[in-house]
């Protein structure tokens, strides 16, 4: 087994990875990238972004930053990790700026900075490699060496099939959170190749998890899954159901009516649906006519798809309306607190395993700068740790002959559609409906899967990311945040102030942190 060695090793050349790999070399450490892809598109924004959220502007304030990530999070957030990345993601800009990153400096929405971003990933992935020598790509990270904290990284060669030893005296996960745990009806919002695996490695390892019951479901614009916010919220357009009552402004004034916490605008579509007033549109007719333009511009810098979709369909957006449908749950840090549980270092509950980014909880609505800020605090932490790592890498010994991948992936998705608040169930679920489908899950656990390495890998991690997401389903007796998480056998909407903070072994345990 070749064994390299390194001060830092980054699981996931993304956002949070690239960054840390420079602010790495600022400090004076090493690092090496592990990514299972090529990091130029590699990660969320493969695709591009048309901004970079989480950005103060001139008048802001870190606490304005804090208050609003607590209200789209509806009360639940981790205060000191808000104020401490939002901080840092000035001089991340900074960094993109000097890349060569296009950056528009005008705001865009509450805490965004527009840029023209369709580069941005390969500017990332250049900065990574002026940072680091050490890239492995197309390298499934598959197990953390552990040995009073954390001393390494098992990585798996898909091209040679070979086993890499990565001995670190820190470890970062920056792999980002979790898709295709539950079937997608359309293009998935979240990026496919996104399996949770880091969520899967910290578990494994004995990290802290929290509010893994909270998951990201989106309300987007049906068939084609882009984003309605700039839309709704931006412009002003209402979102209408199919009696014309503009029932966000009607129904939840008390929450923000058409600006209500994301969760929210979620939910409403939903309730609508439930009660037999589908469809559900976005109603563009009254948009000013000179911000038509600026729509369809904003649109082809974020999600090009969408402008291709109206194109094909001759939808006039002056005349049309647009059908409104939530979509399938995610696990995400990015936009609920879903995630490893981190302390302000932004280190797990694992000595010297640190996360960022999409992986670590606690902060809702931190996309793309959250993710910055917290790779460069993570290096920044981790280049402190002096610290003698003698840890002995073991023969690991790994099969792919077996039940195939696709089939235990198919029936963990049908499980969770069906039992653990799928779209098929409106994102509802009860105790008896979770607890069944925890039990097909750790059914599908115990079997040995088989076919292509990739793939095995990915569904081993997303089986056991589901398995903790139930457990917290379960533990969590109460409706908290519909729909990211809704139950019927409790539905009095809940304001209780806790996070659910979990740890896996042996046996499952809980504890609550107040915020």
């Not at 087994?1 to 090493?30: F, H, P, R, S, W």
């Not at 490699?129 to 197309?138: F, G, I, K, M, Q």
């Not at 993570?378 to 790994?398: M, Q, S, W």
Request: charged share 25%; proline share 5%; net charge neutral.
């Amino acid at each position: 087994m070749e064994v390299i060695n390194t001060d830092l090793a980054i699981v996931g050349g993304g956002t949070a990875g690239c960054l840390a790999a420079y602010q790495a070399k600022k400090e004076g450490i090493e690092s090496v990238i592990i990514d299972k892809a090529n990091i130029r598109r590699s990660g969320c924004l493969a695709p591009g972004v048309n901004a970079i959220y989480s950005y103060l502007h001139e008048g802001d304030k870190p606490e304005d930053y804090y208050e609003f990530v607590k209200f789209q999070g509806m009360g639940l957030v981790r205060r000191d990790l808000a104020l401490t990345l939002i901080k840092e993601v000035g001089y991340a800009v900074k960094i993109l700026e000097e890349y060569g990153l296009p950056i528009l400096w005008e705001r865009q929405g509450r805490f965004g900075l527009r840029i023209y971003g369709e580069h941005i990933k390969p500017i990332l992935a250049d900065i990574a490699r002026d940072s680091t020598e050490n890239v492995l790509e197309y390298h499934y990270s598959v197990k953390l060496g552990v040995e009073d904290g954390v001393c390494g990284v098992y990585a798996f060669d898909l091209k040679n099939e070979e086993i890499v030893f990565v001995k670190a005296k820190a470890v970062l996960i920056a792999t980002g959170g979790a898709s295709g745990l539950y079937s997608s009806y359309t293009v998935p919002w979240y990026p496919p190749g996104n399996a949770g695996s880091g969520f899967s490695l910290a578990i494994r390892a004995g990290a802290e998890m929290t509010s893994l019951e909270i998951r990201f479901i989106p309300p987007r614009i049906k068939d084609v899954n882009s984003p309605i916010g700039v839309t709704a919220v931006g412009l002003k357009a209402p979102l209408i159901n199919s009696k014309g009552e503009e029932f966000m402004k009607k129904k939840y004034a008390e929450f923000g009516g058409e600006t209500a916490p994301i969760a929210i605008r979620a939910y409403a579509p939903t309730k609508e649906i439930l009660e037999g007033n589908f469809p559900i549109y976005l109603d563009t007719r009254g948009v000013e006519e000179d911000k038509f333009e600026e729509l369809i511009k904003l649109y082809l810098n974020a999600w090009p798809l969408f402008y291709l979709f109206v194109k094909a369909r001759g939808i006039d957006l002056k005349e049309k309306l647009l059908e409104v449908q939530p979509s399938e749950p995610y696990l995400t840090a990015s936009h609920t607190i879903a995630g490893i549980w981190v302390d302000e270092r932004r280190m797990t509950s694992v000595k010297y395993l640190f996360a960022a980014g999409d992986a670590a909880g606690g902060v809702p609505l931190k996309h793309v700068g959250g993710a910055l800020a917290e790779g460069i605090i993570a290096a920044r932490e981790a280049a402190k740790i002096k610290r003698t790592n003698d840890y002995k890498p073991e023969e690991l010994k790994l099969e792919f002959e077996g039940y195939y991948w696709k089939n235990a992936e198919e029936r963990m998705k049908f499980v969770l559609d069906h039992y653990a608040g799928g779209l098929p169930r409106f994102y509802i679920y009860n105790e008896a409906s979770a607890s069944y489908a925890l039990s097909e899950v750790e059914k599908l656990l115990k079997l040995k899967l088989g076919g292509e390495p990739l793939r095995v890998f990915e569904t081993r991690d997303r089986l056991v990311v589901a398995k903790a997401m139930l457990h917290h389903m379960i533990e969590r007796r109460e409706t908290r945040m519909p729909p990211f998480q809704m139950r019927s056998d409790y539905p009095e909407l809940s304001n209780s102030n806790y996070m659910l903070v979990s740890k896996f072994g042996e046996k499952v345990t809980f504890r609550r942190e107040y915020v």
